[in-house]
C-alpha cells in the first residue's frame, strides 16, 4: 500500500555502468519530482514532470535521463556513473505542482558509485 | 526566491512542546510557507503548509506572524520518534505558475527523555 515506491532501494555499482531507478505512485498525482540528497544532507530537485511533461530541468548532466511512461511513474536513468553520483535519490510526487498542495516522498534509493 | 533561516538546532523535553521557528523576512504575498521534516535518512515528510493564516492538522500546528515575516511550527507534545530535521520552506511559484520545494538546512530537533 506505498503511496510512493521506489526500486532499487539501494544500489551498488562500478564508475562508468548505466543504471536505473524506478519510481511509482498509487496516489492519482499529477506531478512528480526527482530529488538529491548528497552527503551533506542537502536535498535538491533535479526534475519535475507534470502528466508525464518535463517541467523542471535543474541544470543536471545529460547522463541523468527521466523517463515517464505515463503519470503514475517516473525513473530515472543514469549514464557513464560517476564517484559524485553517490547519493540518495527521491521520488516524490504531488496533486499538482503548484502552491497549495504537499509532496509525498519515497524511501530514497541509496546510490554508491565505486 | 524567498529564502528561509533556521536554527540549526534544537533541543526539547519530551512531553513538552516543541516551537521551531523560521524566518523568510522576502516571502512574498502569493508563497505558501511549508513545513517537512526527515527522519533519519526516510524520505521527508510533509508536516502541514499555511498562508496567512494559522493552521492546525493532527501533527502540528503553524504560526505565522501578521507580516508573514516568520512562523513557528509546534509540535504540542513532542516525542522521542519526533526527532528529526525540520524544513521550513518557502514554495516558488515560477512564471508558468509550477512551484518547486527547495529545502534549506533545516533544525535539526532532538526530543530527549
Known amino acids: 500500500d506505498t503511496a510512493v515506491s521506489q526500486t532499487p532501494k539501494y544500489l551498488v555499482t562500478q564508475m562508468g555502468n548505466d543504471k536505473s531507478i524506478k519510481c511509482e505512485q498509487n496516489l492519482g498525482h499529477d506531478t512528480m519530482y526527482w530529488y538529491k540528497q548528497d552527503s551533506k544532507k542537502f536535498l535538491k530537485i533535479m526534475f519535475s514532470y507534470n502528466n508525464k511533461e518535463l517541467i523542471i530541468n535543474e541544470t543536471v548532466p545529460n547522463r541523468f535521463s527521466p523517463k515517464s511512461p505515463d503519470k503514475a511513474h517516473l525513473n530515472l536513468h543514469i549514464n557513464s556513473l560517476e564517484l559524485g553520483d553517490s547519493a540518495v535519490y527521491f521520488c516524490?510526487?504531488?496533486?499538482?505542482?503548484?502552491?497549495?498542495?504537499?509532496?509525498?516522498f519515497g524511501s530514497g534509493t541509496r546510490l554508491t558509485v565505486v | 526566491d524567498a529564502k528561509t533561516t533556521q536554527p540549526p538546532s534544537m533541543d526539547c523535553a519530551e512531553g513538552r512542546a516543541a516551537n521551531l521557528p523560521c524566518n523568510h523576512s522576502?516571502?512574498?504575498?502569493?508563497?505558501?510557507v511549508y513545513w517537512y521534516r526527515q527522519i533519519h535518512s526516510q524520505g521527508p515528510q510533509y508536516i502541514i503548509h499555511?498562508?496567512?493564516n494559522n493552521e492546525t492538522n493532527e501533527m502540528a500546528s503553524l504560526i505565522i506572524t501578521e507580516d508573514r515575516k516568520s512562523s513557528t511550527l509546534i509540535l504540542p507534545h513532542a516525542t522521542l520518534r519526533d526527532t528529526a530535521v525540520y524544513y521550513c520552506i518557502v514554495r516558488v511559484v515560477g512564471s508558468s505558475n509550477t512551484g518547486k520545494l527547495i529545502f534549506g538546512q533545516g533544525t535539526t530537533l532532538q526530543v530527549k527523555p
Open positions: 522576502t516571502i512574498s504575498g502569493n508563497e505558501y
Open positions: 499555511g498562508l496567512k
Open positions: 516524490a510526487s504531488s496533486p499538482r505542482d503548484r502552491a497549495g498542495y504537499g509532496y509525498t
